[in-house]
Every structure is written in C-alpha cells, then in structure tokens.
Nanobody, 125 residues
C-alpha cells in the first residue's frame, strides 16, 4: 500500500488556476490508478478525476462538473500525480484528496486503499 503526500492548494480568485500534487512512496506507483476527490463541508467525498496507465496508454476520467477545466496527469518517474485546475469557481471550494489503488481507475471512494492528507482549496468570488 502506497503512502501519499499532497502539496499545493490555497486561496485563489475566481478564474484563477491552481495545481495540486500528490507524491507516492512505498509501492510500485506505475501499477496504481490515482484519483482525486473533493469534500464539501458536511458532505461525503465526491469523485473529481482519475488516471491509470496500462504501460502503453494513459486513461483519464473526469466528473462532469470539472470536465474541460481540470486536468489530471501523472509522472511515473517522479511517483507523482497532479491535478491542474483552471477557470476555478467558488463552487470548487473544498478539501481535495488524492487516492490510489492497484489496477484500473474507479470513481467510487471505497475502491481506493490509499489516501493523501487532504488540502484546502478556496476560491473567492
């Protein structure tokens, strides 16, 4: 089971961009699917994006609410996955979590075995 450490986040204005990073250790990162989830106050975590790598091709998936604005990527040489967030809106304000699981990408929180510590993203209007 990999350990995940997040970086990035903070306070930005509407329309700004922000990149979150998530670095893994203790496992074979290249075989892991990585996901990003977010949690609004008083709500359960919701799926944002996921990425997996077959060795030949990268597969990425997005929630409808972020598609076209957010981009998930990974650098297997650095054991790191990223979430590039563009055109941020106040409704994107949440705590963002990265997650990892062996094998293919999933959208369900319960399918992931490793979690980052979470990072606050606040978008002011």
């Amino acid at each position: 089971q990999v350990q995940l450490v997040q970086s990035g986040g903070g306070l930005v204005q509407t329309g700004d961009s922000l990149t979150l990073s998530c670095t893994a250790s203790g496992g074979h990162f290249g075989t892991y699917a990585m996901g990003w989830f977010r949690q609004f106050p008083g709500k359960e975590r919701e799926f944002v994006a996921a990425i997996s790598w077959s060795g030949l091709q990268i597969y990425d998936y997005y929630s409808d609410s972020v598609k076209g604005r957010f981009t998930i990527s990974r650098n297997n040489a650095k054991d790191t996955t990223y979430l590039q967030m563009n055109s941020l809106k106040p409704e994107d304000t949440a705590v963002y979590y990265c997650a990892g699981r062996p094998g293919g990408s999933r959208r369900r929180e319960s399918d992931y075995e490793s979690w980052g510590q979470g990072t606050q993203v606040t978008v002011s209007s």
